[in-house]
Each structure stands twice: as C-alpha cells, then as structure tokens.
Antibody
Framework: QVQLLQSGAEVKKPGASVKISCKAS????????IHWVRQAPGQGLEWTGK????????YYTEKFQGRITMTRDTSTSTVYLELNSLRSEDTAVFYC???????????WGQGTLVTVSS | SYVLTQPPSVSLAPGQTARITCGGI??????VHWYQQRPGQAPVLVVY???DRPAGIPERFSGSNSGNTATLTISRVEAGDEADYYC???????????FGGGTKLTVL
C-alpha cells in the first residue's frame, strides 16, 4: 500500500534551518510528483511547492522562494524539505503529499510539526 | 491568484444533510477536490474531480460543481463526520494548487 512516512517533530531557534524528510513506499517513486502543504496552528492548508522525483526539478511559491529547498534521493525514495532563516511565524505542520494522475492529492504523509521558538 | 471561498462553519443535527460550498470565479470550468481533516490528523481525500469518490469513502459523500460554486454534500450526517473540510483546485494560469479556507462541520 502507498505510504508517505515523514520524520519527527523539530524544535528550532529563530534564524536556524530545518530539514525534514518524507519516505515514499508502495509505488514507483518516480511516477508521481511530491508536493508540500503547510498548515500553521489553527489555520488552513497552504500549498508551498513541488518536486519532480524523476528530474529533481522544483517549483516554490513566492512566499517561500529564497528560503526553501526541496530535494530528493531516488536511491531511498525520499524527498526532503529544507527551510532556512526560520522565524516564529514559520511554526507549522508540513505535509508531504503525492499528486495523483490528475490535479489532486491522493496520499498524505502524517505531517511534521516544526516549532520555531527562542 | 485564484481564490476559493468557503463558509467558516456549518452546524447541523445527526441525520441531516450538510452542504458545504466552495466559491470561485468560473469554478465550474475547473476540477474541484475535497479533503476531510479530523482534529489532530492529516487530511484525507473524500471527493475528487468534482464528484468521484476514492475507494473506502461512503456513498453519503457526494460533490457537484457548476457556475461559480462547487458543493460537497454529506447525507445523513454522523458524529464521525465532524471535521474541517477543504476544497482545492489547480489554477492553470499560475500552475498553482489552491485550497479554500476550510469549513468546520459541527454535528450537534
């Protein structure tokens, strides 16, 4: 069965960086884009960007451009999200999600809480 | 960028029918997808491509889309349906994936 298993919660200080992972299993890793969706505490879902697991090509929303990097390791079927220059308002749960054959997300990781606090 | 508008909350008694709307300019020309998020859990796809259901989603969940409004309908609402519901589309003009603000469904 398809699974997206994310790394555990992180606590970081302002100005630091965080790198979280998402390991895919149960399907061909290169056959589906992986996207990342952010959810601040008590808020809605926000799309942050995507990565093509085959080529490594990425796209980030303007809000995070310059601070966010998505990468992948095809040997381990893992996608990574790194966020730099953290500030308190970055505190959120990040979900990795698999894009289905059309334009919806059919599988979601369990989420990784990133807390930024001094 | 494209904006999706949902009512913040919907409340009703068990057994009633819930209708959660998602408004957007000419949304009827786009494919709309719906997710259910129970407290403390990751979202789950409940309707895709306006009205299709993934395997395992009860027939009580249905969707429609026309004009400027898409609607998620939940028939015979149960306590277990209490959750936040989000609509989502892909905006071809910007190549962005867009979510509505979410609707909290409360079963009284």
């Amino acid at each position: 069965q398809v699974q997206l298993l994310q790394s555990g919660a992180e606590v970081k200080k302002p100005g630091a960086s965080v790198k979280i992972s998402c390991k895919a299993s149960g399907y061909s890793f290169t056959s589906h884009y992986i996207h990342w969706v952010r959810q601040a505490p008590g808020q809605g879902l926000e799309w942050t960007g995507k990565i093509n697991p085959t080529s490594g090509t990425t796209y980030y929303t303007e809000k995070f451009q310059g601070r966010i990097t998505m990468t992948r390791d095809t040997s381990t079927s893992t996608v990574y999200l790194e966020l730099n220059s953290l500030r308190s308002e970055d505190t959120a749960v990040f979900y990795c999600v698999r894009l289905a054959d059309t334009y919806y997300f059919d599988y979601w990781g369990q989420g990784t809480l990133v807390t930024v606090s001094s | 960028s494209y904006v999706l508008t949902q009512p913040p909350s919907v409340s009703l008694a068990p057994g009633q029918t819930a209708r959660i709307t998602c408004g957007g300019i000419k949304i009827g020309s786009k494919s709309v997808h719906w997710y259910q998020q129970r407290p403390g859990q990751a979202p789950v796809l409940v309707v895709y491509d306006d009205s299709d259901r993934p395997a395992g989603i009860p027939e009580r969940f249905s969707g429609s889309n026309s004009g400027n409004t898409a609607t998620l309908t939940i028939s015979r609402v149960e306590a277990g349906d209490e959750a936040d519901y989000y609509c989502q589309v892909w905006d071809s003009s910007s190549d962005h994936w867009v979510f509505g603000g979410g609707t909290k469904l409360t079963v009284l």
